[in-house]
């Protein structure tokens, strides 16, 4: 007892020492404990007894999910039966049977012209667009780059590598092919040159090379094909054309039969010739496939062009001919599509997006036998699919990759690592009854590469949000991703009637369901989604199909302030009539409340429409009630930027710009709303005072703003594409402010009016001028047009970058945090002109203190972070009770006590109470400068007041021995079982309380993260024990508590890329790794970390890139990839046959080695090309694999060299004793022969 008294008074000094909260390290950071609590934090600091240390710490890239993006090219192995793909980024993913998949990068970032496998080599030869060659070794489960070919005088337009060759042959821009040799990657001195190809009487230049290919008939003929419509059949030995083919329209493909007596070419006319090489004058047949038959006898007319054909044959039927491209140009709407000719049958397959390639898998590498084809892969802009040709009706095969990330564009990403076992099986079982039917019964043909599980194995999920208001969950345990289940959000609310309260079709809302933000309880299986329309749907899991009704609430959320500046009276026009400004405002949701046009305010409608029938829903999640915001006043609902769940309380909380909400999810009621200032108005907030009414409260055009999922800056800035072009639209119509503005939630305002979540004009009372309306939009040269988004990961934004090349922190704040982008003399005047508001944008990108600046003083304050758990409510409090703490943007941290009914009987019935008891502020420095509160704490109401920068980003709870305190939770139960004993009915709860006695001091640590630093409270006394700034030039876009190693820890993601990991309690610096510049929102918003070393990220629009930063997964991360090459014997050619080896070809062997080798052809020329050594290293193609298979071999091969270097001195000893012992004998033999001789006598 007197350790506790004492212990007391050192947290009373504490609460009255002038430097309660002076802390902290310098510009680096650093951990500090304030000054008068050395007894109160010596304790704990010997109690707890830190496992983690920098070497637990390491961080890689593991795997890279989804779909290439941007992708540019394709090839295939047909014996190794492994894909790759090249993008415009210079990425290259290689795909084999599910579970390989490898991600390479080529360091020059130039984007991929074109792939070739060497095939059965495991190496892969890739051409980028910087003219560069490039030799990948695929025998190792990381592909590194061997060498690399830079050609500097000419441009790269096509490779070949005939199968079994060291040679590569290469077209030029100019009209050259020269020749690579493989191995040594070195430059042959044979070179074919345009104007030895063509004819000499030819007068113009054939323009770049478009096609290569050897003779299937004879390797030593080169067919050569030329942009202008020239195709020249080369004879390697001869070094002369042995014929030259024209047509008037340019090629853009040939394709061999196999034979090697006919080839085929596309054209740009949509036209397919098929040459004779018997008699190259003129094509023997000459077809457009989609083209119109003229009745007259003419030629039909020209379609589009056919970018590729492909010439296969069968041997026991018609050949085929697959193209893309070709259609007619009069069927303007008509979709992508390939075109398989069959014989006479000729089936068009229209595609949903833009087709970049295509590749015929066929039975046997070898180019002069029956080709045999049984699948097309085809790449598509956004997809990847491939079609079964042994079918009549050509199905496609299921795609077993989880390239349909993308399939609506994501918004945002949750990461579960460790979760319960059983959810991954629950889920998977209630997500196949969905599954679509229709494919083909064969197996997926890319089946290449070998892959285990490792030794991790720990269940993980993924669940990613989507524009569409879907969301998915992912199985994503040992690095693998496979899609489980589907949950579609919008089928709670009414569908949009088209036309109905609109003008026009431009109106209708683009994406009013895109999820924004999700939080999910595994063990409960609660599952919540925030939608950008700003509602929250619970939703609970059940085996059992029902029918039933959708509970929903409606909540008002207002911001409330006292002291309105009233706008000057001469910049406030009076109109009667909205409508003459505003003819026709669009809905901000996709319901059917419009806005009223005839001067009324919108008032208590919600912005999407709940069905009020009964709803069929099917096994899996099944939404339990509806929380909607509400317009108050003619201003909409701002969107939700924080929320959480718990189901042993019952309870849901979220918060945006405006206030906090607090809803009971078992009784469907409301239990709080209030606007932020009013939780700091008095200890009993049901108990209040009204508050002054609001003045100028009139509808305004301007007040139309939500936040959407891509926010938008002034041209003057650094513009980041991250976008689709077709997904982002560029509009120069002369369309009003407002109008522009109210497009879409997923499209904010530009330069003025509403750019986030606490946007300070949704506050405004002011109403705007025609005279203004129209000044803003004539729009002058530097200022930026409108555009509409899609998402987060599709959107084209321009953000204010720093001097340090990442974006600042104002931009992210209004995306993320809820910061506003105005002072507080704008909030109340829009009038303002452009120059004025760009002025201040770049003045404030170019100059930023490491403090928060006034900008963020005046804005709203925002919820950022919400979070319930079992803790200490009020200082001093001798046991735990259940509480809700809650986090600001400007941070201020307030915890509510929840009173819940005695016992879970009465759960259903009682009321459940909220009632503010503490606040703890965590504000900017210069808040802290402002109030003269910088390092003191103060009193307010029941509560202490700290301080620290940035506004709060994560909570978390340790128990005294430094464990992580989970909150409570709820057993999952099937809510619709068919027992109905009691036992069901009853709620099983499991409370985490903690481990240690209640006669201790203090109980718990309460760890709270804000973008600027990290504190760590004790609990019931709320003396800070620990601060550490983490950063002071930049701000964290991510903070969160994980376990590792069985241990817990504070990892981190700064805006300047930086990723860190801290100690618990202690807030020790444990990694601190330069990773990741933000560069564009897309990462900001999706970036998570997880338990066990997990985090990801979406790196582009269509991929999701996952790391550790565990140095064990690091470690064990060889043994977890899959081998992209295994051993495989090369199929055998088939046997010609006495008569067509005679007549069938080239009576002679081709040597190329003897024809393109230094001996014959010489050296080229050094300005030409120049050879770099690459990073895989020189020992050629066939290395040894890496991982622990590699190690072994390595580790064999050194002991085998030991023993024979061993052996081989064992054999040099004998050989030096032998020696010795014949010096020996021959030593006593000239002794003897010389005993008994004078020495006179020698």
């Known amino acids: 007892m007197k350790k506790f008294n004492f212990r007391k008074v050192l947290d009373g000094l504490t609460a009255s020492s002038p430097g309660g909260s002076a802390g902290g390290g310098g510009a680096g950071g650093g951990s500090a404990h304030p000054g008068g609590t050395a007894g109160a934090a010596g304790t704990p600091r010997e109690e707890i007894q830190e496992t983690l240390t920098s070497d637990y710490f390491q961080i890689c890239k593991t795997v890279r999910h989804g779909f290439p993006y941007l992708p540019t090219a394709l090839a295939f192995d047909p014996v190794q039966k492994i894909l790759a793909i090249g993008t415009r980024t210079g990425a290259i993913r290689i795909l084999g049977r599910p579970g390989v998949d490898c991600y390479c990068q080529h360091e020059s970032g130039a984007a991929?012209?074109?792939?070739?496998?060497?095939?059965?080599?495991?190496?892969?030869v890739s051409a980028c667009a910087d003219d560069t060659l490039h030799l990948w070794n695929l025998r190792q489960k990381r592909p590194a780059i061997l060498h690399s070919l830079k050609f500097n005088r000419e441009r790269i337009t096509y490779c070949h590598l005939p199968f079994q060759s060291k040679w590569l042959y290469v077209g030029t821009e100019r009209g050259n092919t020269h020749i690579v040799n493989i191995e040594s990657f070195i430059l042959s001195g044979y070179v074919i040159m345009w104007n030895k190809a063509i004819e000499l009487s030819t007068k113009t230049h054939p323009g770049p090379v478009v096609h290569l290919s050897d003779s299937p008939r004879d390797e030593g003929k080169l067919l050569i094909g030329y942009e202008n419509g020239t195709v020249v059949f080369w004879d390697l030995r001869s070094k002369r054309a042995d014929l030259r083919a024209y047509y008037d329209e340019a090629i853009h493909s040939v394709a061999w039969h196999h034979e090697g007596k006919q080839f085929m070419c596309s054209h740009s006319d949509g036209s397919l010739t098929l040459w004779n090489l018997k008699s190259p004058n003129r094509p023997f047949q000459t077809t457009i496939p989609h083209g119109k038959i003229q009745r007259d006898g003419?030629?039909?007319?020209?379609?589009?062009?056919?970018?590729?054909?492909?010439?296969?044959?069968?041997?026991?039927?018609?050949?085929?001919?697959?193209?893309?491209?070709?259609?007619?140009?009069?069927?303007?709407?008509?979709?992508?599509?390939?075109?398989?000719?069959?014989?006479?049958?000729?089936?068009?397959?229209?595609?949903?997006?833009?087709?970049?390639?295509f590749l015929t898998l066929c039975e046997t590498p070898y180019p002069n036998e029956f080709q045999e084809p049984y699948a097309v892969v085809v790449l598509l802009e956004k997809d990847l699919i491939v079609v079964d040709l042994t079918q009549s009706n050509f199905p496609i095969f299921e795609n077993p990759y989880p390239i349909d990330i993308h399939e609506s564009p994501v918004t945002c990403t949750e990461y579960f690592a460790d979760c319960p076992p059983d959810l991954i099986p629950v889920l998977y079982s209630v997500g196949a009854k969905h599954k679509k039917q229709g494919y083909s019964n064969k197996e997926w043909p890319i089946s290449g590469g070998a892959w285990n599980l490792g030794a991790q194995t720990y269940p993980e999920i993924i669940i990613t949000g989507h524009a569409d208001g879907s969301v998915k969950f992912w199985d994503a345990s040992a690095i693998t991703l496979q899609m489980l289940y589907k949950l579609k959000t919008s089928k709670v609310f009414e569908k949009q009637k088209p036309g109905e309260g609109k003008a026009t079709a431009e109106i209708v809302e683009e994406d009013p369901f895109a999820v924004q933000m999700m939080y999910w309880c595994p063990e409960s299986r609660i599952f919540c989604v925030a939608g950008v329309s700003a509602y929250v749907v619970v939703y609970r899991f059940s085996k059992h199909e029902v029918n039933t009704e959708i509970a929903s609430l409606e909540v008002r959320l207002q911001y409330e302030v006292e002291d309105i500046i009233t706008p000057e009276p001469?910049?406030?026009?009076?109109?009667?009539?909205?409508?003459?400004?505003?003819?026709?405002?669009?809905?901000?949701?996709?319901?059917?409340n419009t806005v009223a046009c005839e001067g009324m305010m919108k008032d208590s409608i919600p912005c999407l429409s709940v069905k009020t029938r009964p709803v069929r829903m099917p096994p899996g999640y099944q939404a339990d009630l509806v929380i909607q915001l509400v317009w108050v006043d003619g201003e909409p609902p701002q969107q939700i930027t924080s929320l959480a769940v718990n189901s042993a309380y019952g309870l849901v909380a979220f918060g945006n710009c405006n206030g906090l909400a607090v809803v009971d999810f078992m009784q469907k009621t409301v239990l709080l709303s209030m606007g932020t200032l009013e939780l700091y108005g008095s200890s009993d907030p049901y108990q209040r005072q009204p508050r002054s009414p609001?003045?100028?409260?009139?509808?305004a055009a301007d007040n139309f703003c939500m936040r959407g999922l891509s926010n938008f800056y002034p041209d003057l800035t650094k513009r980041i594409r991250t976008s689709y072009q077709s997904l982002t639209e560029l509009s120069d119509s002369p369309v009003s402010l407002e109008l522009e503005r109210c497009k879409s939630p997923t499209s904010d305002h530009v330069n003025g009016h509403c750019t986030s979540p606490t946007s300070q004009s949704c506050s405004s009372g002011k109403r705007l001028s025609s005279a203004d309306v129209s000044k803003a939009n004539r729009r002058g040269p530097g200022r930026p047009p409108f555009r509409k988004a899609q998402?987060?990961?599709?959107?084209?934004?321009?953000?204010?970058?720093?001097?340090?090349?990442?974006?600042?922190?104002?931009?992210?704040?209004?995306?993320?945090?809820?910061?506003?982008?105005?002072?507080?003399?704008?909030?109340?005047?829009t009038a303002h002109t452009w120059m004025n508001k760009e002025n201040r944008e770049n003045s404030f990108s170019r100059s930023r203190s490491s403090s928060v600046s006034s900008i963020d003083r005046d804005s709203k304050e925002a919820i950022t972070a919400l979070y319930f758990m079992e803790s200490f409510a009020r200082k001093n409090d001798s046991a735990v009770?259940?509480?809700?703490?809650?986090?600001?943007?400007?941070?201020?941290?307030?915890?509510?006590?929840?009173?819940?009914?005695?016992?879970?009987?009465?759960?259903?019935?009682?009321?459940?109470?909220?009632?503010?008891?503490?606040?703890?502020?965590?504000l900017s420095e210069g808040c802290r400068e402002a109030e003269g509160s910088s390092g003191k704490e103060t009193q307010m109401l029941a509560g202490t007041v700290l301080t620290l920068k940035g506004a709060v980003l994560t909570f978390a709870c340790l128990d005294c021995t430094g464990t992580l305190i989970h909150p409570p939770y709820e057993v999952w139960r099937d809510p619709h079982s068919a027992d109905d004993g009691e036992k069901t009915r009853k709620r099983k709860l499991v409370m985490h309380s903690p481990s240690s006695s209640q006669d201790m001091g203090d109980h718990q640590f309460a760890v709270i993260c804000s973008e600027k630093q990290a504190k760590v409270f004790s609990l019931p006394s709320q003396t800070c024990l620990y601060v550490h700034n983490i950063t002071e030039t930049s701000f964290l876009l991510q903070a969160d508590v994980v376990t590792l190693c069985n241990s817990v820890c504070l990892a981190c993601f700064c805006a300047n890329g930086h990723i860190m990991t801290l100690s618990l309690p202690s807030l020790r610096p444990l990694l601190d790794i330069n990773y990741l510049p933000v560069t564009d929102m897309r990462i900001a918003r999706t970036f998570c970390f997880s338990n066990e070393g997990q985090?990801?990220?979406?790196?582009?629009?269509?991929?999701?890139?996952?790391?550790?930063?565990?140095?064990?997964?690091?470690?064990?991360?060889?043994?977890?990839?899959?081998?992209?090459?295994?051993?495989?014997e090369t199929p055998e050619a088939q046997n010609r046959g006495f008569l067509k080896g005679l007549f069938g070809g080239s009576g002679q062997a081709f040597d190329r080695e003897e024809l393109f080798g230094e001996a014959t052809a010489g050296k080229a020329s050094r300005s030409l090309a120049q050879h770099i050594p690459g990073s895989g290293g020189i020992e050629g193609v066939r290395g040894a694999a890496g991982g622990v298979i590699g190690d072994l071999t390595r580790a064999r091969i050194a002991l085998d060299e030991r023993g024979q270097k061993l052996g081989e001195l064992d054999e040099r000893t004998a050989s030096m004793m032998a020696s010795a012992e014949a010096f020996s004998k021959h030593a006593h033999e000239v002794m003897l022969?010389?005993?008994d001789k004078k020495w006179y006598q020698f």
Not at 315 to 332: C, M, R
Not at 571 to 577: A, V
Not at 694 to 699: D, H, N, W, Y
Not at 1097 to 1105: G, K
């Open 298 to 357: 003419k030629k039909p007319e020209s379609c589009k062009p056919i970018l590729k054909v492909e010439y296969k044959t069968c041997k026991n039927s018609e050949p085929f001919v697959i193209f893309s491209g070709g259609l007619s140009y009069d069927k303007a709407c008509r979709r992508p599509s390939l075109t398989i000719m069959h014989g006479k049958a000729i089936t068009v397959l229209e595609m949903d997006h833009p087709i970049v390639d």
């Open 1233 to 1235: 022969k010389y005993k």
């Open 1095 to 1128: 985090a990801l990220y979406l790196s582009s629009p269509t991929e999701i890139q996952r790391l550790t930063y565990s140095q064990e997964m690091c470690d064990n991360l060889q043994d977890m990839l899959g081998d992209l090459f295994t051993p495989v």
């Open 791 to 829: 998402s987060a990961a599709c959107m084209e934004i321009s953000l204010p970058v720093t001097t340090e090349g990442y974006i600042s922190r104002r931009a992210v704040l209004q995306q993320l945090h809820g910061i506003s982008s105005f002072s507080h003399d704008e909030r109340h005047c």
């Open 112 to 124: 991929v012209l074109q792939l070739q496998f060497l095939i059965n080599e495991g190496a892969l």
């Open 694 to 699: 609001r003045k100028s409260k009139q509808f």
């Open 570 to 592: 001469e910049i406030i026009p009076q109109f009667p009539d909205a409508s003459s400004q505003l003819p026709s405002l669009k809905s901000l949701s996709g319901s059917t």
């Open 881 to 922: 009770s259940p509480c809700l703490w809650v986090g600001t943007g400007l941070g201020m941290v307030l915890i509510l006590s929840l009173n819940l009914p005695a016992s879970d009987d009465l759960r259903q019935s009682e009321p459940v109470m909220v009632s503010p008891s503490v606040w703890l502020s965590f």
